[in-house]
């Protein structure tokens, strides 16, 4: 008879063998046989009770020690350029081991979020405790999932927060992070996606009481993935930046630059002077300066500061909060134009001729000293005569020379005809304690257009600059629509009794003549949403394709690295291009430079989705104690589902679900945006006037589900029965397609003009 094995024997030997942990294992090494596996089963299941061993399929290990191959998750690298990862799984008591990364020649490159398959060496470190090498890299990331926890006698469920998102995820006992119900948590698939009944999920943080005010912006933050927090590697490069001095920089500290920004503005990375060019050749022109922070003096390239920068692309704006592409101790402060400090700058002169054409431009990396930092508001009210203590000084030698060089500016600007919509962006105010205050829609002066206009003047000539130099960059890109969406408008158009015409190359003017021909009608917000709605999506690309909105041939973004890291791959550009410093484009800059246009393209989109999902939330927030009231509105959208519709007093969305319609089946035609029931031939499309009754509201969400009450001036007609599975509905003899549109756009004409 073999003698079983001490339990202390049995641990050393798991400890010294990782590799050979399974029941069998133990048994063959110590030659225990036959029965007295029945004992050595005993020992082992008395050290799983006591917490020394873990069970793992058929194999132990001590919880507090790594298996073998593990799953880990890469973590952020360290500022010495390691690379540590976390384990997925840990069972142990003290905080989970670090583990250090070792790779290897031909291993795929890996970067913070990846998932792999490693094997684990124990080692004894200063600081790590394993090494891990690669095994592979695990494919896809698991689905996450942002909801509210409900909970059960056995673990419980998640009910999404997402629109549209019916399905509620499984929790299993052991995976809820001890969440209370009626928390918001986030969590990940924790199962096979296909399999039969509840997907599972494991939580894999807490945020706290969904319906706190400012948990609004939180939801879309993790919803969406945006990164919220800043390494240490990151903040620790930020706190030991330092003033950038004059040194071979061009003195610009004598011009009298100054900053214009909203009243909220968190930082001013733009500052401008104007005055009338001295050249006899070029009489009745304009020399206009435009000084950009100097961010790349502070963010260069495989820093840091810069990998973080990359990896979030913008910065994102929210109501109550802002998540920075740079941290404070740069966006708010070094980088920042802040009144009377001297800071370093990207400039531009630029030399416009008499009827505002752009007849030169120099760019020169300088030391600027803001004169003043100014609102809109305070300039706008200063030039037409309502100057306070700050503007009047300025009025005569700042104020008014940058709004006469605008007026020649816009000579250019008419002549080329960019595209120009006119959509009123909303403007959510919050009290203290983050509850909506109010809904407004924000004033455009000519102080806000004479910055953009000077802001794109600046933007081309970056993009020129370049072009010239032979230099890399980044595109700003914007395509011509589609013909697909240009037929849509126009039939919008023509059943508003407008015409769009067909047979001609594209060009904004024409949609120019579509917009100023609605302008002072009852179809104005129709035909610029329409338009709008008409629009390719502009993107970044190492390749130039032009602005069709813009009706330019190149642009670049050049003038706001504090928040885009397209405008500081441009400015690094400049700065290689002329010589300027070492902090210019590097070559891994150049290289992955078609891939940081594809990327920060996606965090563009996700900042504008995380934004527009924030406003829908805070709005049907401010809306949930007026349930019942009756709103005045306009249809916004058409589905096969329903009736989306824009009200007027705050611009929220809400949705008629087809079913409020009536009882009558309705006919959804997606090519000219209707529905058209069958009994009564009722025809709703995109513009028409409505009234609604609002009949629910859903903060966590940003839903707002309405009641159509009329259409037009008249009230709701109703159909008669569907009947069982829709059996009554209405079969039309199908018209010739020609036939068939025209039959459409002349119910449309009928219909906008009753």
Not at 338 to 366: Q, S, W, Y
Not at 494 to 514: D, I, Y
Not at 536 to 544: D, F, L, R, V
Not at 722 to 729: A, H, L, Y
Request: charged fraction near 30%; charge should be neutral; glycine fraction near 8%.
């Amino acid at each position: 008879m073999s003698q079983i094995p001490t339990k202390d024997q049995i641990l050393d030997w798991i400890s010294q063998n990782p590799t050979l942990t399974a029941k069998r294992d133990i048994a063959k090494a110590f030659g225990i046989k036959g029965a007295d596996r029945i004992d050595l089963k005993r020992v082992l299941k008395e050290l799983e009770a006591e917490g020394h061993l873990q069970k793992r399929g058929k194999t132990y290990r001590d919880p507090d020690k790594m298996p073998p191959v593990a799953v880990l998750q890469v973590l952020d690298p360290s500022p010495d350029g390691d690379l540590f990862a976390k384990a997925l799984e840990w069972q142990g008591e003290d905080e989970p081991p670090r583990i250090l990364l070792i790779t290897r020649e031909g291993d795929p490159a890996l970067g913070s979020g990846d998932r792999i398959l490693a094997r684990l060496t124990e080692v004894n470190a200063e600081d790590h405790a394993y090494e891990g090498r690669l095994i592979r890299r695990i494919g896809t990331n698991p689905q996450r999932i942002l909801g509210v926890f409900r909970k059960a006698a056995e673990g419980g469920r998640i009910l999404p927060i997402d629109k549209g998102a019916e399905k509620e995820w499984q929790v299993p006992a052991g995976a809820t992070l001890d969440a209370r119900d009626g928390e918001l948590v986030e969590a990940e698939q924790a199962g096979p996606r296909n399999r039969i009944g509840l997907q599972r999920a494991r939580i894999v943080q807490r945020l706290g009481d969904p319906s706190a005010p400012r948990a609004v912006s939180l939801i879309a933050i993790h919803q969406h993935g945006i990164p919220d927090e800043f390494p240490d590697a990151v903040i620790a490069e930020a706190d030991k930046e330092t003033p950038a001095g004059l040194g071979d920089r061009e003195d610009l500290r004598e011009l009298p630059l100054i900053t214009i920004d909203p009243s909220d503005a968190r930082d001013h990375d733009d500052a401008v002077y104007a005055h009338t060019d001295d050249d006899p050749h070029n009489e009745g022109g304009f020399i206009v300066w435009v000084a950009i922070a100097d961010v790349a003096h502070y963010v260069t390239p495989g820093s840091a500061l810069d990998r973080e920068a990359r990896k979030r692309g913008n910065s994102t704006y929210f109501p109550d909060r802002v998540v920075p592409m740079l941290p404070d101790r740069l966006s708010g402060d070094l980088c920042s134009l802040h009144e009377g400090v001297p800071r370093a700058c990207l400039a531009v002169r630029m030399k416009l001729d008499a009827h505002g054409n752009k007849i030169g431009h120099r760019f020169t990396r300088g030391l600027m000293r803001s004169v003043a930092s100014l609102t809109y508001e305070e300039v706008q009210a200063a030039v037409e005569g309502r100057p306070n203590d700050k503007t009047e000084p300025l009025l005569e030698d700042v104020l008014q020379p940058l709004y006469a060089a605008y007026e020649v500016a816009k000579k250019a600007r008419q002549s080329r005809q960019p595209l120009d919509l006119d959509l009123p962006e909303r403007r959510i105010i919050l009290n203290d304690e983050g509850h909506v205050e109010s809904v407004a829609f924000r004033d455009r002066y000519d102080a806000h257009k004479l910055i953009e206009e000077f802001m794109i003047l600046a933007n081309v000539s970056a993009a020129e600059e370049l072009i010239k130099l032979r230099r890399p960059l980044l595109f700003r890109v914007h395509e011509e629509p589609s013909p697909e969406k240009l037929d849509s408008l126009r039939d919008v158009a023509q059943a508003s009794g407008f015409t769009l015409a067909k047979g001609q190359v594209l060009k904004t003017r024409h949609l120019n003549a579509l917009l100023d021909a609605a302008m002072g009608t009852e179809f104005s917000e129709l035909i610029n949403l329409s338009t709008l709605r008409s629009m390719t999506q502009a993107y970044y690309n190492a390749e130039n394709y032009g602005h069709f909105g813009l009706a330019l041939r190149s642009y670049a973004h050049f003038t706001s690295p504090i928040r885009r890291y397209a405008d500081l791959i441009v400015h690094r550009a400049l700065i290689a291009g002329h010589g300027w410093g070492k902090d210019g484009l590097s070559p891994e800059d150049i290289d992955r430079l078609a891939e940081t246009a594809t990327h920060i393209s996606e965090t563009e989109r996700r900042s504008m989705m995380a934004e527009r999902d924030t406003t829908d939330r805070y709005l049907a927030a401010y809306l949930a104690d007026r349930v019942g009231n009756e709103f005045a509105g306009r249809v916004s959208g058409i589905a096969r589902f329903g009736v989306f519709v824009k009200l007027d007093e705050t611009g929220a969305d809400g949705l008629v679900p087809i079913r409020e319609l009536g009882s009558e089946y309705f006919h959804h035609d997606p090519e000219s945006q209707t529905l058209t029931g069958a009994d009564t031939g009722l025809e709703i499309g995109i513009g028409q006037r409505v009234t609604v009754r609002l009949t629910e509201a859903v903060p966590v969400t940003g839903g707002l589900h309405l009641e159509l009450l009329t259409l037009g001036d008249k009230p709701l007609p109703r159909g008669g029965s569907r009947g069982k599975g829709g059996k009554n509905r209405v079969v039309r003899r199908k018209l010739s397609k020609s036939k068939a549109k025209t039959d459409k756009i002349k119910r449309k004409v009928a219909r906008k003009r009753r």
